[in-house]
């Protein structure tokens, strides 16, 4: 008598442990990225000795070397910019707002002080102007 010999079964390789695998790396990249909106256009700040590191809650205005303001992704005019930076810090009145001013660096510097006067009279308590360190 001939016994049948079942065919061999295919092992499954069970794929749970590198399904939690993926979803960990997921989770660990969505926690460390910063996801930044992209300036409207490029600035090169100018360079100092010492930098001016940015701040995580501060309002950040750009002022590129042609003259052109951004303020939260879009481009505005000067009067534009200061109602609507006065706007932004009455809705922050209490927390005591600060606001980055990242100018070029071959930018006129009469240009920077007709925005830094328009800063003032929105309201603006506390201005930093970012650079970036030189090298040595």
Same mark, same amino acid.
């Given at each position: 008598?001939?016994?049948?010999? &079942?065919?061999?079964?295919?092992?499954?390789?069970?794929?749970?442990?590198?399904?939690?695998?993926?979803? +960990?790396?997921?989770?660990?990249?969505? !926690?460390?990225?910063?996801?930044? &909106?992209? $300036?409207?256009?490029?600035?090169?700040?100018?360079?100092?000795?010492? @930098?001016?590191?940015?701040?995580?809650?501060?309002?950040?205005?750009?002022?590129?070397?042609?003259?052109?303001?951004?303020?939260?992704?879009?481009? +505005? $005019?000067?009067? %534009? !910019?200061?109602?609507?930076?006065?706007?932004?810090? @009455? =809705?922050?009145?209490?927390?005591?707002?600060?606001?980055? !001013?990242?100018? $070029?660096? %071959?930018?006129?510097?009469?240009?920077?002080?007709?925005?830094?006067?328009? +800063?003032?009279?929105?309201?603006? =308590?506390?201005?930093?102007? !970012? %650079?970036?360190?030189?090298?040595?």
């Amino acid at each position: 008598m001939r016994c049948s010999v &079942p065919p061999p079964r295919r092992v499954r390789e069970p794929i749970a442990p590198l399904i939690d695998v993926v979803f +960990l790396l997921l989770i660990f990249f969505m !926690l460390v990225g910063v996801i930044a &909106p992209l $300036d409207p256009f490029p600035v090169e700040p100018p360079t100092a000795e010492r @930098a001016a590191g940015e701040g995580g809650g501060q309002l950040t205005i750009l002022l590129a070397a042609d003259g052109r303001l951004a303020f939260e992704g879009m481009e +505005l $005019d000067l009067p %534009t !910019l200061q109602a609507r930076l006065g706007e932004r810090l @009455a =809705e922050a009145e209490g927390r005591k707002a600060g606001v980055e !001013l990242k100018a $070029d660096a %071959t930018v006129d510097s009469g240009q920077v002080i007709a925005v830094l006067n328009a +800063l003032r009279a929105a309201g603006v =308590e506390r201005l930093a102007l !970012l %650079t970036v360190r030189s090298s040595p």
